[in-house]
């Protein structure tokens, strides 16, 4: 699930104003979805929960960035605006099975994406499916403030992808990325989380081109005010570890030279946010960050609405 996708048409319209043959690159592109989770990312007392527990999450995202930010470039383009907006509704599933001491469960996300990208004098844009996330999932309860998880999430090219053009709403290859999250109460008004993951790509057949890996995380810090409201902060944090790749070679610029960064991404985001409860287990929250050290990746605000309505069978 990635509802902000970034900018995998850069080097396609550089090549296009500078009479170079077009290649639809995709540098920095990936299929995380940052900052999706925030507070209450995992479910806590897991072990007194129903055998057969589910949850539905609805969730919405808006991206907008007026900045590229091109290690090999020497900084900032201009001229540049990416807009993103998604819906995106995910099943978590909670089964009773029992796996290395933990419960398993499921979840899968599909979302609906509205892109437009415009730069140097182009634009496009795109609405339509996005790319299936599916992913199992073992939860462990660690006592009544402290839940621990481990998942594989797998983000399936379903969403619609033309390596010619600006906007699409998939980046037109499979990713497995191992995650692991935590949800701590350390006193009955503090709550804290976190999400890492650390992404494998697979290659994109139309255009030969690989992304490296990303190791990443999502958090949240909240207070309850009351009993129903909480104030916070979350946000997160990217880190491309390895280069980006086409035809087996590390990436070149516009000009042919090797890109010494590989075109790694890197990006850090912090914001407020609040969170709410209401019919005693439903929740909603609303979540803004504001983008810091980018590289080689767009740089913007990102703002995430998420309902939770939990119901068991």
Sequence with gaps: MNPNRVF????????ALTSLPALATEGGVDNIGTGTDGFYILPLDVNNLPDHMFAFNLYYNHYEAKKLNISSLGGKVPEVKIQSDAIIPRLDYLSPVRVLGGRLGGYIAQPYIKQQVALFGMSDQRESMGDTTVAPIILWDMGKNLTLA????????????????????????????????????????????????????????????????IFHFDYSASYKLTDTLSLGLNGYYLKQTT???????????????????????????????????????????????????????????????????????
């Design 243 to 313: 280069d980006d790749k086409q035809y087996g070679r590390t990436v070149t610029d516009v000009f042919g030279q090797e890109v010494n960064d590989g075109v790694r991404g890197q990006v850090f985001a912090i914001g407020p946010a609040v969170y709410f409860t209401f019919l005693e287990y439903a929740s909603a929250e609303i979540r803004w960050a504001k983008e810091f050290d980018v590289e080689n990746r767009p740089e913007g605000d990102m703002l995430w609405a998420k309902l939770t309505i939990p119901f068991a069978l």
């Design 150 to 213: 481990a998942a594989v999430e797998i983000t399936l090219p379903t969403g619609e992808y033309d390596a010619t053009r600006l906007a699409n709403t998939s980046n037109n290859f499979y990713t497995y990325k191992p995650l692991f999250s935590a949800t701590w109460l350390p006193n009955e008004r503090t709550e804290l989380s976190i999400k890492t993951t650390y992404s494998f790509n697979k290659e994109n057949h139309d255009t030969d081109y690989r992304s490296g890996q």
């Design 8 to 15: 995998h048409p850069l080097y396609l319209a550089l090549m």
